[in-house]
């Protein structure tokens, strides 16, 4: 959910030697296999239906990544 992410990253830096600081977040997709029939499937939200056997077993694969990937600091002490 980047947007709550995103929400909350402004609410803790105010106030803080973080305000200002910019958050850049690499959406990646969803995509969940089927537990019966193994169809990959895409999705928007972590749930859903298989289109090819109609179950709503499915095992998500890719799109929960959460990694903090780099940060870039300035020097505070000028
Ligand atoms: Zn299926």
Redesign the pocket.
Request: hydrophobic residues 0%.
């Given at each position: 959910m980047p947007d709550a992410i995103r929400f909350c990253f402004d609410v803790c830096c105010q106030g803080t030697v973080l305000e200002g600081a910019i958050l850049e977040i690499i959406e990646i997709p969803g995509l969940a296999s089927?537990c019966?029939?193994g169809?990959k499937i895409n999705l928007d939200q972590p749930f859903g239906i298989?289109d090819?056997?109609g179950?709503v077993e499915l095992k998500i694969i890719q799109g929960e990544e959460l990694k903090i990937k780099s940060m870039e600091i300035d020097d505070l002490c000028a």
């Open positions: 089927c019966h029939c169809t298989c090819r056997c179950s």
